[in-house]
């Protein structure tokens, strides 16, 4: 998993009109990019929706929020519409990002072990560096705690 000093490459991605986005779009801007497993599902929407919350506060610091998971961008625009989300969500379903930060691995539910989505948010400065990881986050009070970090 990325961590603190890391490099970022600049990597393209689609949002969720179809549109396709690049971190080199963000250039000279902190970014709060979080990673989550799914679209409209409880602890998904907790954070997806503290983030919403904090997103004036977020732009106030100079950052700005990009969320990705592995769902399709139709389903993206499904989540963002239902919750009035304003930040960019980006779909990566073959994880290329997902891997590359390396917030794909094994997780564990009802004592079952598989391989997923890592909840995690990594805080980027204006050059694309790691300046702080958030490797397994709890989605209630998230945002929170990455405005404290900004």
């Known amino acids: 998993m ?3 000093g890391d ?5 393209t991605l689609e949002d969720q009109e179809g549109r396709s986005v690049s971190l080199s779009d963000f250039k000279g801007k902190k970014k709060v990019i979080y990673f989550y497993p799914k679209d409209d599902t409880p602890g998904c929407t907790k954070e997806a929706c503290s983030f919403r919350d904090a997103y004036d506060r977020i732009l106030e610091k100079g950052a700005v929020v990009i969320g ?8 993206h625009a499904r989540f963002m519409k239902k ?3 304003p930040f960019v969500l980006l779909s990566d379903p073959e994880r290329k990002v997902i891997d590359m930060f390396g917030a794909w691995g094994d997780k564990t539910m009802y004592g079952k072990t598989y391989k997923g989505i890592i909840r995690s948010t990594f805080i980027l400065d204006d050059n694309d560096r790691v300046i702080k990881a ?4 709890s989605p209630e009070d998230h945002a ?3 405005l404290k970090n900004l």
């Open 144 to 146: 929170e705690e990455v």
């Open 134 to 137: 958030f490797p397994r986050v």
């Open 68 to 75: 990705i998971s592995a769902d399709s961008t139709a389903s």
């Open 7 to 11: 490099m970022i490459s600049n990597f």
């Open 83 to 85: 919750y009035t989300l």
């Open 2 to 4: 990325k961590k603190e």
